[in-house]
């Protein structure tokens, strides 16, 4: 039986060494080995197609490590001065012809474990940018509609009356197409746009006593991603957009809203 399916690879790989020497005994890492201070980049690809019957594989993962490292290594590693953005559809152009049959849908790359760049197979006009900001702030769980013991039986050790903290971590992706540059938005621009509307106003603060938006409202991670995205809807200039926020709460409980998705007017009290 074909099933079609897609099939996710992650290549890693450290640029600035030799892009003719081969690694050995570092496969987790990569290849080139990074013995010096070279920058590290991951590349993750993401293809679809049907099932070989002979195989059972979509494509032999090494041949998409090598395409990557012909794409990244022998054509990129020393162009410091290109924007990722065009990078990224270059590699495109270049992946795609030499993957078919199989279909190239995902390309994304990590310059850092905080800063992504993704194309999808709908518009390669079109291109994602992520980045990961940090913030710490104090809440407390408690719902005007709930008695106190209900809020208690509900939100436990949240709902203490004195509040209690998180280190959030909060991820902004934006999406558009790039500039004559390659850029869609330079990345100052990005930070000082989430610093003011966000990180400034909750980072360090009590956001049932600081934040006037949770003076009513209660403080839950849905409540807050939300109030974020609401926040940086229309903070960008067109065409680029705001395509969605997640925010973590701890490393096990993170919200996403996305663009796609209704924001209600009248958020959860």
């Not at 079109?126 to 005007?144: D, N, V």
Request: proline share 6%; glycine share 6%; charged share 25%.
């Amino acid at each position: 039986m074909s099933r079609w399916v897609k099939l996710q690879r992650e290549v890693r790989l450290s640029l600035g060494v030799d892009p003719t020497r081969t690694a050995t005994g570092n496969s987790f890492a990569g290849s080139p080995r990074g013995d010096g201070l070279g920058p590290v980049v991951t590349l993750k690809v993401e293809v679809a197609g049907p099932i070989g019957p002979a195989t059972g594989m979509l494509i032999n993962i090494r041949q998409i490590d090598e395409l990557v490292r012909q794409a990244v290594v022998s054509d990129f590693a020393y162009a410091a001065d290109i924007a990722v953005p065009l990078m990224l559809k270059q590699m495109w152009a270049r992946m795609k012809a030499q993957l078919a049959p199989v279909t190239l849908t995902g390309l994304e790359i990590s310059s850092s474990p905080w800063l992504q760049y993704r194309l999808t197979d709908g518009d390669t006009r079109m291109i994602e940018l992520t980045e990961r900001f940090e913030f710490s702030a104090a809440h407390r769980l408690h719902s005007k509609d709930l008695t106190d013991a209900e809020n208690k039986a509900t939100f436990g050790k949240c709902n203490n009356p004195h509040g209690h903290g998180h280190n959030y971590e909060l991820e902004v992706t934006l999406s558009g197409p790039t500039d004559a540059g390659g850029e869609l938005i330079s990345l100052q621009r990005l930070h000082d746009i989430v610093n003011q509307r966000v990180i400034d106003r909750m980072d360090h603060k009590h956001l049932n006593i600081e934040v006037a938006e949770f003076g009513q409202l209660n403080p839950t991670v849905e409540n807050i991603a939300a109030v974020i995205f609401k926040s940086l809807e229309d903070a960008f200039p067109p065409p680029v957009r705001l395509q969605r926020i997640r925010l973590w709460e701890t490393p096990k409980t993170s919200c996403t809203v996305e663009a796609s998705e209704p924001v209600e007017k009248e958020l959860v009290k």
